[in-house]
């Protein structure tokens, strides 16, 4: 079992940023890939950004992308997720997740684990 906590939501203004956290439990948490997705509301989820076990190969969705840096402490079994220059678009609710398989998907169904969410609100 893979238990997954995020935190460091809240609320900020536009061009801000936040750094949201997601503490992870298991034994082998250095061999999974981590991904960060996001569900603004009357919205699918989507995908944010992900990171393979060793943080050499990162992924990003485009309208993150240069944005938000995705990164991971094996050690503290931890994942970051550093967002600046935030828009009020970026609103909305941010999982963390975990795919045991160690493959760089950007789709929902690859991870088996996940969060249960943390806020984030960007006033205009």
């Known amino acids: 079992q893979v238990q997954l906590v995020e935190s460091g939501g809240g609320l900020v203004q536009a061009g801000g940023s936040l750094r949201l956290s997601c503490a992870a439990s298991?034994?082998?948490?250095?061999?999974?890939?981590m991904g960060w997705f996001r569900q603004a509301p009357g919205k699918e989820r989507e995908f944010v950004a992900l990171?393979?076990?060793?943080?050499?190969?990162?992924r990003y969705a485009d309208s993150v992308q240069g944005r938000f840096t995705i990164s991971r402490d094996n050690a503290k079994k931890l994942v970051y997720l550093q967002m600046n220059s935030l828009k009020p678009e970026d609103t909305a609710v941010y999982y963390c997740?975990?795919?045991?398989?160690?493959?760089?998907?950007?789709?929902?169904?690859?991870?088996?684990?996940w969060g249960q969410g943390t806020q984030v609100t960007v006033s205009s």
């Open positions: 997740a975990a795919d045991l398989t160690g493959y760089y998907s950007m789709r929902e169904s690859a991870y088996e684990y």
């Open positions: 990171i393979n076990w060793s943080g050499a190969v990162t």
């Open positions: 298991g034994r082998t948490f250095s061999s999974y890939t």
